[in-house]
């Protein structure tokens, strides 16, 4: 089948879905009792949540879901820490995260994770790696449960240089737990490592590259977007999975001496002409969430045209939306 894969990051603008979150000042206060009631009740509302989301994410024709990789919160805190089936003690949270996951398949909607900043696997500092690793096999098994088959990281530390720097992350990588190490994806970022700088290791590794586009013009390397997706696209097609891009807009224009702050919507001249054409899971990173996501998706379908048929996707995948358009001009 044909089509882009439309990706919603985290959160929902219009939906009344939300995701409940939990600051270890409020439950580090309360009895052990009270904080797993509490912690438990939590866990409940965020997987009928995800399945709310996947569910509305399948009404809109959006074909993937970045999930909050804090949707257990506290899990991994050093003091308020927790695993699942000591504050799920009848089972409900955990089988509402597997309907979700039964629910995202049947309904072809791709889930991931992004973790946040503090996951750096190339950290020359031990406990800050040991943090790591341990952050990524808690969102393994969270993605194990529902489905998920992506968990998507940045290079992490530059210290020492690139060619150091990346060794420390293969090391890193090789550290990971497997079911980790089989969802795990670099992503290219917007000021230490370009595409080009990941390739390689990607290559070395197995870790496919989520290609960011906006990162690739804010931290350029001399690739173009033709020949980055190319390579990445590589990437994915060695693991079996479709390839996972992500876009957005600066916010202040390119012109601005700091184009790299996302805007409320996608200009569609951001748009590579180079993924016209091509089977892609697409994440909108835009502030207006599943507006942007409708708008943008608008604007490059009502553009369509029959001469661009995407090439072969993994089967496990079915997209959500109809061919891509005809080519918008680039940036630049």
């Given at each position: 089948m044909a089509g882009y894969r439309w990706g919603l990051c985290c959160q929902f603008m219009d939906a009344p879905i939300r995701f409940r979150?939990?600051?270890?000042?409020?439950?580090?206060?309360?009895?052990?009792?009270?904080?797993r009631a509490y912690l438990g009740a939590i866990a409940r509302d965020n997987a009928r949540s995800l399945i709310a989301a996947v569910r509305h994410c399948h009404a809109m024709g959006v074909g993937?879901?970045?999930?909050?990789?804090?949707i257990l919160p506290l899990a991994t805190h050093p003091e308020s820490g927790y695993l699942l089936e000591e504050i799920d003690e009848d089972g409900e949270a955990r089988a509402d995260f597997l309907e979700a996951g039964r629910l995202a398949a049947g309904l072809g909607i791709r889930l991931s994770f992004h973790p946040d900043q503090f996951v750096v696997l190339n950290s020359e500092r031990e406990p800050v790696?040991?943090?790591?690793?341990?952050?990524?096999?808690?969102?393994?098994?969270?993605?194990?449960?529902?489905?998920?088959?992506t968990i998507v990281v940045h290079g992490g530390s530059a210290a020492g240089g690139i060619p150091a720097a990346l060794e420390r992350l293969a090391r890193?990588?090789?550290?990971?737990?497997?079911?980790?190490r089989a969802r795990l994806a670099l992503e290219n970022d917007d000021r230490q490592f370009a595409p080009a700088d990941l390739l390689p290791l990607c290559e070395r590794t197995g870790v496919p590259l989520v290609y960011d586009v906006h990162h690739h013009r804010c931290r350029p390397d001399g690739?173009?977007?033709?020949?980055?997706?190319?390579?990445?696209?590589?990437?994915?097609?060695?693991?079996?999975?479709?390839?996972?891009?992500h876009i957005s807009s600066p916010r202040d224009g390119w012109a601005a001496a700091n184009p790299r702050p996302h805007a409320d919507y996608i200009d569609a001249a951001d748009f590579?002409?180079?993924?016209?054409?091509?089977?892609?899971?697409?994440?909108?990173?835009?502030?207006?969430k599943e507006r942007a996501?409708?708008?943008?998706?608008?604007?490059i379908e009502g553009r369509a045209s029959a001469e661009h048929?995407?090439?072969?996707?993994?089967?496990?995948?079915?997209?959500?939306?109809?061919?891509?358009?005809?080519?918008?001009?680039?940036?630049?």
């Open positions: 979150t939990a600051t270890h000042r409020y439950v580090g206060g309360l009895d052990p009792a009270a904080r993937a879901f970045r999930m909050n990789s804090q790696v040991a943090s790591a690793l341990k952050e990524l096999a808690y969102q393994a098994s969270v993605a194990e449960l529902v489905g998920a088959d890193g990588i090789d550290r990971l737990a497997p079911p980790a690739l173009d977007p033709a020949a980055a997706t190319d390579a990445a696209a590589a990437t994915w097609r060695a693991r079996g999975q479709e390839t996972y891009v590579p002409e180079a993924w016209l054409g091509r089977a892609l899971t697409i994440d909108v990173e835009a502030k207006d996501v409708l708008a943008i998706r608008r604007t048929r995407p090439a072969d996707r993994p089967a496990a995948a079915p997209p959500a939306t109809p061919r891509p358009p005809a080519s918008p001009p680039a940036p630049r």
